[in-house]
């Protein structure tokens, strides 16, 4: 059984390293938000693993059924155009954030495998109570000694959503912008992918037009 | 021991699969044998085999058998400008995602194996003086390991998790990614709109589905599902406890599952085929199987949460007991293991039933527009579905400071519902036997000369498919 | 401004809308719906241009549908041309072949006897019975999906068409392509207990038809599709020529039968079917109610259908009997989808054939509404509205 626990771990800790890397090298945007589906799905076996089973349904529900709907979501709705952002601008930048992330992973790795290191067994897992991580625990928990903290983030959560609400309704669309917001948003736009993509959504009305008149 | 458990699941999870894999093929024969009686048509009737000589049609239950050759010999076109791997990987998603909702999803109570000997025993039934089992199991509740025979309880689930129904939803979920990247990945503009309806219809409905469960999942005080029915064998039907939550959890599903009236992901007249217009062969197959699969596996869930499960009324795990508040009417022992594959059928038996409403559902309405859809989801239903939570909770504030005279008559009321079910339950398989073998009239209206002509020489003859 | 553009722009549609002048960041789509596609009754293509689901601007293209049927009656004898239009409005040729003999028989001066001129009207009737059924079924289609409840009322109303195909096929012989009427009246005369079937069907469509009202227009969901979708105010109705039931649904009481009665009109009063909303459940309603108004004629058609000969012209023995040497007319029948019109020049070279024949489709005209009812609805409402003009190719496109 603990060989079976050991390599459900590797399988599941490996397909998300796989698609968190691919999210980040990935060029065309649906594969990243696919490779974030797969991190998400690996990173939810994983809290099975450690028996925070409602941790990982909720995980699967909010992220994999919603955020990453919504991404493909919004990713379909702006079309090819979009897929190739093409930005030579900031490699520098670009580099020293990676390098960071990079760096502060390493140390974040180097820390625990020393600390397990340090211990007898590599890696302890203290024994726990069998309804750790379930609806009942977590219900108790949320409910009875954290109920101030989860209502003031709820509530944190609601005015962000009233917020964003307020923002987008402001503008609505490129219509309301001034002429040059308008100038600046077209600049930054790319030239649309005549070639075409999997992408559907096309600018082909242009050249329609002129082609029928 | 743990290779008795292996096999055990092995074997639940083969019952689960060829359950849901057998009755989506079937329910796509039933789909157009019902259509053909609504419509007042011959029906599938062509597929034919023939063994030694003789044909058979099997009343066109061949034709499930022959689509899936249709799909497997079919040329499996991919549009030039597809993204390939999101293109074969948009119907699995959305097939496999069907399958591992069904993990835990209680067909039957727990058998207390203990309880399940051999030979001479197997069919004598101890009873005391009052018709009680003596060495029986208890009526509710699971049976614990028993350690001095080293018997395990067996659950009727493939996999007993502590979420429950929090599992499924998180699968279900993850079916609109398939059907979203599978209209992206076309290349196609009807598809791209079919994708677009079928993630957003999908996300809002799935909130409606979550929202109308809350008011259940407060009465039976679980999220397990297995624990759902037991509160439900014990008192009374979801239907009964929340009958707006029964509603408004079966349009939604009904919506999730992309199905009449609310199938505008697909909606042939107006997106061709919506998001799997491009799909030929057996990834075709896969959504098309993957819908009837859906269709199943939500009338498991409606069964499971507001139709007993696998209870029966007056079914206990003792036996049979007709009991009104403390006023028992007849009592009945039946071994434990009976009582428990009793139920088993009772829970398959109810799924055909719910799958086949949902199937005339189908084939008697039109289909709503998009903005109707989405105004219907999130002003009607998803309200009302918080309506009922709050009704739900005030009620059982209610009940519980009234005291013991509200409870008593709440217990009586819970067994009238039982009697209810019992005698709806009875008159139903009645009228379907009477209905089986009554006679069949039929009308015909043939005024034209051709078409008497082929009357009176019985019929134009058909020749059978050559396959 | 003239009156096109008024109604136009009151119903606030710039039909002729040009993309160019649209936000190029607004991520238009450009739908080609159709020529391929289920719901478009044959070959017919609408570009759709599209913001989200909303449609913005419709354009109509025809003509996939060309058979070159006008051009081809200037080639055949007068006698030739009847089974040659059975086949452009598919849906009811039974008026097809009227129109056309009429102007025939307009051009000729002969005079039809009254007996024919009776069996014409009822043939009419059952033949708008037929097609207004044919209509339900294929509307309630486009609404309800080729795989789910629209089928249902679609065979219904299929099964209920065939019974009328059924009575034609008696005294004609063809289910479809009749061929019943020649010049001066009608060629083959009623069978015996013909009028026993009449009544026969007639019982089962009346009976049947509150069912099928009840799926359709009083059914909630197919309500709230239909209901000021598409809507076409009376003025522009009258402005684009569109006739016949489209027209009356738009509140314009005009019904050639009654106002220019022809056949046994004249002495069968017929009650204008009206609705005032213009949408598409008002199209609807009118061609329900028509169905049964159509019920109501036939019956009294065949109480008083008078004995006599069925043919006012000397028997046809050869294609080239039939000669006009010059003169043109044109005569306008009620059909099921409006005022068809068959216009006649006389003349040709040789004079056993027309020198011009001009078919006036009702269907042509009601697809010239699209560009002004279709935007500002979404695409599953282009649909409804396409589906409620009650098109068909055949006669769009000859």
Same mark, same amino acid.
């Given at each position: 059984?603990?060989?079976?626990?050991?390599?459900?771990?590797?399988?599941?800790?490996?397909?998300?390293?796989?698609?968190?890397?691919?999210?980040?090298?990935?060029?065309?945007?649906?594969?990243?938000?696919?490779?974030?589906?797969?991190?998400?799905?690996?990173?939810?076996?994983?809290?099975?693993?450690?028996?925070?089973?409602?941790?990982?349904?909720?995980?699967?529900?909010?992220?994999?059924?919603?955020?990453?709907?919504?991404?493909?979501?919004?990713?379909?709705?702006?079309?090819?155009?979009?897929?190739?952002?093409?930005?030579?601008?900031?490699?520098?930048?670009?580099?020293?954030?990676?390098?960071?992330?990079?760096?502060?992973?390493?140390?974040?790795?180097?820390?625990?495998?020393?600390?397990?290191?340090?211990?007898?067994?590599?890696?302890?897992?203290?024994?726990?109570?069998?309804?750790?991580?379930?609806?009942?625990?977590?219900?108790?928990?949320?409910?009875?000694?954290?109920?101030?903290?989860?209502?003031?983030?709820?509530?944190?959560?609601?005015?962000?959503?009233?917020?964003?609400?307020?923002?987008?309704?402001?503008?609505?669309?490129?219509?309301?912008?001034?002429?040059?917001?308008?100038?600046?948003?077209?600049?930054?736009?790319?030239?649309?992918?005549?070639?075409?993509?999997?992408?559907?959504?096309?600018?082909?009305?242009?050249?329609?037009?002129?082609?029928?008149? | 021991?743990?290779?008795?458990?292996?096999?055990?699941?092995?074997?639940?999870?083969?019952?689960?699969?060829?359950?849901?894999?057998?009755?989506?093929?079937?329910?796509?024969?039933?789909?157009?044998?019902?259509?053909?009686?609504?419509?007042?048509?011959?029906?599938?009737?062509?597929?034919? &085999?023939?063994?030694? !000589?003789?044909?058979?049609?099997?009343?066109?239950?061949?034709?499930?058998?022959?689509?899936?050759?249709?799909?497997?010999?079919?040329?499996?076109?991919?549009?030039?400008?597809?993204?390939?791997?999101?293109?074969?990987?948009?119907?699995?998603?959305?097939?496999?995602?069907?399958?591992?909702?069904?993990?835990?999803?209680?067909?039957?109570?727990?058998?207390?194996?203990?309880?399940?000997?051999?030979?001479?025993?197997?069919?004598?039934?101890?009873?005391?003086?009052?018709?009680?089992?003596?060495?029986?199991?208890?009526?509710?509740?699971?049976?614990?390991?028993?350690?001095?025979?080293?018997?395990?309880?067996?659950?009727?689930?493939?996999?007993?998790?502590?979420?429950?129904? %929090?599992?499924?939803?998180?699968?279900? !979920?993850?079916?609109?990614?398939?059907?979203?990247?599978?209209?992206?990945?076309?290349?196609?503009?009807?598809?791209?709109? !079919?994708?677009?309806?079928?993630?957003?219809?999908?996300?809002?409905?799935?909130?409606?589905?979550?929202?109308?469960?809350?008011?259940?999942?407060?009465?039976? !005080?679980?999220?397990?599902?297995?624990?759902?029915?037991?509160?439900?064998?014990?008192?009374?039907?979801?239907?009964?406890?929340?009958?707006?939550?029964?509603?408004?959890?079966?349009?939604?599903?009904?919506?999730?599952?992309?199905?009449?009236?609310?199938?505008?992901?697909?909606?042939?007249?107006?997106?061709?085929?919506?998001?799997?217009?491009?799909?030929?062969?057996?990834?075709?197959?896969?959504?098309?199987?993957?819908?009837?699969?859906?269709?199943?596996?939500?009338?498991?869930?409606?069964?499971?949460?507001?139709?007993?499960?696998?209870?029966?009324?007056?079914?206990?795990?003792?036996?049979?007991?007709?009991?009104?508040?403390?006023?028992? %009417?007849?009592?009945?022992?039946?071994?434990?293991?009976?009582?428990?594959?009793?139920?088993?059928?009772?829970?398959?038996?109810?799924?055909?039933?719910?799958?086949?409403?949902?199937?005339?559902?189908?084939?008697?309405?039109?289909?709503?527009?998009?903005?109707?859809?989405?105004?219907?989801?999130?002003?009607?239903? %998803?309200?009302?579905?918080?309506?009922? &939570?709050?009704?739900?909770?005030?009620?059982?504030?209610?009940?519980?400071?009234?005291?013991?005279?509200?409870?008593?008559?709440?217990?009586?009321?819970?067994?009238?519902?039982?009697?209810?079910?019992?005698?709806?339950?009875?008159?139903? &398989?009645?009228?379907?036997?009477?209905?089986?073998?009554?006679?069949?009239?039929?009308?015909?209206?043939?005024?034209?000369?051709?078409?008497?002509?082929?009357?009176?020489?019985?019929?134009?003859?058909?020749?059978?498919?050559?396959? | 401004? *003239?009156?096109?553009?008024?109604?136009?722009?009151?119903? /606030?549609?710039?039909?002729?809308?040009?993309?160019?002048?649209?936000?190029?960041?607004?991520?238009?789509?450009?739908?080609?719906? @159709?020529?391929?596609?289920?719901? *478009?009754?044959?070959?017919?293509?609408?570009?759709?241009?599209?913001?989200?689901?909303?449609?913005?601007?419709? *354009?109509?293209?025809?003509?996939?549908?060309?058979?070159?049927?006008?051009?081809?009656?200037?080639?055949?004898?007068?006698?030739?041309?009847?089974?040659?239009?059975?086949?452009?409005?598919?849906?009811?040729?039974? *008026?097809?072949?009227? $129109?056309?003999?009429?102007?025939?028989?307009?051009?000729?001066?002969?005079?039809?006897?009254?007996?024919?001129? +009776?069996?014409?009207?009822?043939?009419?009737?059952?033949?708008?019975?037929?097609?207004?059924?044919? +209509?339900?079924?294929?509307?309630?289609?486009?609404?309800? @999906? $080729?795989?789910? /409840?629209?089928?249902?009322?679609?065979?219904?109303?299929?099964?209920?068409?065939?019974?009328?195909?059924?009575?034609? #096929?008696?005294?004609?012989?063809?289910?479809?392509?009749?061929?019943?009427?020649?010049?001066?009246?009608?060629?083959?005369?009623?069978?015996? @207990? +013909?009028?026993?079937?009449?009544?026969?069907?007639?019982?089962?469509?009346?009976?049947?038809?509150? #069912?099928? #009202?009840?799926?359709?227009?009083?059914?909630?969901?197919?309500?709230?599709?239909?209901?000021?979708?598409?809507?076409?105010?009376?003025?522009?109705?009258?402005?684009?020529?569109?006739?016949?039931?489209?027209?009356?649904?738009?509140?314009? =009481?005009?019904?050639?039968?009654?106002?220019?009665?022809?056949?046994?009109?004249?002495?069968?009063?017929?009650?204008?079917?009206?609705?005032?909303?213009?949408?598409?459940?008002?199209?609807?309603?009118?061609?329900? =109610?028509?169905?049964?108004?159509?019920?109501?004629?036939?019956?009294?058609?065949?109480?008083?259908?008078?004995?006599?000969?069925?043919? /006012?012209?000397?028997?046809?023995?050869?294609?080239?009997?039939?000669?006009?040497?010059?003169?043109?007319?044109?005569?306008?029948? #009620?059909?099921?989808?409006?005022?068809?019109?068959?216009?006649?020049?006389? /003349?040709?070279?040789?004079?056993?054939?027309?020198?011009?024949?001009?078919?006036?489709?009702?269907?042509?005209?009601?697809?010239?509404?699209?560009?002004?009812?279709?935007?500002?609805?979404?695409?599953?409402?282009?649909?409804?509205?396409?589906?409620?003009?009650?098109?068909?190719?055949?006669?769009?496109?000859?």
């Amino acid at each position: 059984m603990v060989a079976l626990g050991t390599i459900y771990f590797w399988v599941c800790a490996l397909t998300a390293v796989a698609g968190a890397l691919s999210v980040v090298v990935s060029k065309n945007p649906i594969r990243g938000a696919m490779g974030l589906l797969l991190l998400i799905l690996s990173v939810a076996g994983l809290f099975l693993a450690l028996h925070a089973q409602f941790l990982a349904a909720i995980q699967l529900i909010v992220y994999a059924g919603a955020i990453v709907v919504l991404f493909l979501f919004v990713i379909m709705l702006l079309g090819p155009a979009a897929s190739t952002p093409n930005d030579r601008r900031g490699l520098f930048a670009r580099a020293f954030g990676g390098g960071l992330a990079a760096l502060c992973g390493a140390a974040a790795i180097a820390l625990v495998a020393s600390a397990g290191l340090a211990a007898k067994h590599p890696f302890p897992l203290a024994d726990v109570d069998p309804s750790f991580g379930g609806v009942d625990a977590f219900g108790s928990a949320l409910f009875a000694d954290a109920l101030v903290p989860f209502e003031v983030s709820g509530a944190l959560l609601m005015v962000a959503v009233v917020g964003a609400l307020a923002v987008a309704r402001g503008r609505q669309g490129v219509a309301s912008l001034t002429r040059s917001e308008r100038e600046v948003a077209r600049a930054a736009t790319p030239e649309p992918d005549t070639a075409g993509g999997a992408g559907v959504y096309s600018h082909e009305i242009h050249a329609h037009e002129e082609h029928s008149s | 021991m743990t290779a008795t458990l292996l096999l055990a699941t092995i074997v639940k999870i083969l019952i689960m699969v060829m359950f849901v894999l057998n009755l989506a093929a079937i329910l796509t024969w039933a789909d157009r044998r019902q259509s053909s009686m609504i419509q007042d048509r011959v029906g599938p009737n062509r597929a034919v &085999i023939k063994i030694f !000589g003789k044909e058979l049609r099997l009343a066109g239950l061949l034709h499930p058998l022959a689509d899936g050759l249709k799909f497997f010999t079919k040329e499996d076109f991919m549009p030039p400008n597809a993204d390939r791997l999101l293109f074969t990987l948009a119907p699995i998603m959305a097939m496999g995602m069907v399958f591992t909702l069904v993990a835990t999803i209680p067909f039957g109570d727990t058998i207390c194996l203990h309880q399940f000997r051999l030979f001479p025993d197997f069919w004598h039934v101890h009873t005391g003086p009052h018709g009680e089992l003596l060495d029986g199991v208890e009526r509710w509740g699971t049976c614990a390991a028993d350690s001095r025979n080293g018997y395990a309880p067996l659950e009727l689930v493939v996999a007993p998790l502590g979420v429950g129904i %929090l599992y499924v939803f998180a699968m279900s !979920g993850q079916g609109i990614i398939g059907a979203a990247i599978a209209g992206w990945s076309s290349d196609n503009k009807f598809s791209l709109m !079919g994708a677009l309806r079928a993630a957003s219809q999908m996300v809002s409905y799935e909130v409606t589905l979550g929202m109308s469960l809350v008011g259940a999942m407060m009465i039976y !005080g679980t999220v397990r599902l297995d624990d759902m029915v037991r509160w439900q064998q014990e008192h009374a039907w979801g239907i009964f406890v929340q009958p707006l939550a029964f509603f408004l959890f079966f349009a939604a599903a009904v919506a999730e599952n992309k199905r009449i009236p609310f199938d505008l992901p697909e909606a042939e007249s107006e997106l061709v085929s919506g998001y799997f217009t491009e799909y030929a062969g057996m990834k075709f197959g896969m959504f098309y199987f993957a819908e009837y699969a859906e269709v199943v596996t939500g009338s498991m869930l409606l069964v499971t949460i507001f139709l007993g499960g696998w209870a029966l009324p007056f079914f206990h795990r003792d036996g049979l007991l007709v009991q009104f508040g403390d006023t028992t %009417l007849l009592r009945v022992a039946i071994p434990h293991v009976f009582v428990t594959l009793l139920g088993v059928l009772a829970f398959f038996g109810k799924v055909i039933v719910v799958c086949w409403i949902q199937v005339f559902v189908r084939w008697s309405l039109p289909r709503f527009r998009y903005d109707q859809l989405m105004k219907l989801g999130w002003r009607l239903l %998803l309200p009302a579905s918080l309506a009922n &939570i709050l009704v739900t909770g005030v009620v059982w504030l209610a009940v519980d400071k009234a005291g013991s005279a509200a409870s008593d008559g709440l217990r009586i009321a819970a067994d009238v519902t039982q009697a209810v079910v019992a005698m709806a339950m009875t008159y139903l &398989i009645g009228r379907g036997v009477v209905g089986m073998f009554g006679t069949v009239t039929h009308e015909r209206n043939i005024i034209g000369t051709s078409a008497g002509i082929a009357a009176r020489r019985g019929g134009t003859k058909t020749e059978p498919m050559q396959a | 401004m *003239t009156v096109l553009t008024e109604s136009a722009a009151r119903a /606030g549609v710039d039909p002729h809308l040009a993309p160019a002048s649209l936000d190029p960041e607004a991520d238009l789509m450009l739908l080609h719906f @159709g020529p391929q596609h289920p719901s *478009t009754h044959g070959v017919f293509r609408m570009d759709l241009l599209l913001d989200g689901e909303m449609v913005l601007k419709a *354009t109509p293209y025809v003509g996939y549908l060309h058979r070159g049927v006008e051009k081809l009656c200037e080639k055949l004898s007068f006698v030739q041309q009847t089974p040659i239009v059975d086949k452009n409005d598919y849906v009811a040729p039974m *008026t097809n072949e009227q $129109a056309l003999n009429m102007a025939f028989e307009r051009l000729l001066g002969v005079e039809v006897p009254r007996r024919a001129r +009776w069996m014409r009207t009822i043939f009419a009737e059952l033949q708008r019975i037929a097609s207004h059924l044919l +209509w339900l079924g294929t509307f309630t289609l486009d609404l309800g @999906g $080729a795989l789910g /409840g629209g089928t249902t009322l679609f065979m219904h109303c299929f099964r209920e068409r065939e019974s009328i195909l059924d009575l034609f #096929e008696e005294v004609s012989g063809a289910r479809f392509h009749y061929n019943t009427h020649t010049i001066g009246g009608n060629r083959h005369d009623l069978p015996a @207990g +013909w009028d026993a079937n009449v009544e026969r069907a007639l019982r089962v469509i009346e009976s049947r038809l509150g #069912e099928y #009202e009840a799926m359709s227009v009083a059914n909630s969901i197919f309500v709230a599709r239909t209901r000021g979708i598409g809507v076409l105010s009376g003025d522009l109705a009258l402005e684009l020529g569109i006739t016949g039931p489209n027209l009356r649904a738009s509140g314009i =009481d005009h019904d050639l039968r009654r106002d220019a009665p022809y056949g046994a009109y004249d002495e069968l009063p017929v009650r204008a079917c009206v609705a005032r909303e213009g949408d598409c459940l008002a199209r609807a309603r009118v061609r329900v =109610d028509e169905i049964r108004e159509s019920i109501r004629l036939v019956r009294a058609g065949l109480a008083g259908l008078p004995d006599g000969p069925i043919c /006012g012209f000397k028997p046809i023995r050869q294609p080239t009997q039939v000669k006009i040497a010059g003169g043109q007319a044109y005569v306008a029948i #009620e059909g099921p989808r409006g005022e068809l019109g068959t216009f006649v020049v006389g /003349g040709g070279d040789p004079a056993t054939a027309p020198h011009r024949l001009k078919i006036r489709a009702p269907s042509l005209h009601a697809l010239s509404a699209i560009p002004y009812i279709v935007p500002g609805h979404t695409v599953s409402d282009a649909v409804a509205i396409l589906g409620s003009l009650d098109p068909i190719m055949g006669e769009v496109d000859r």
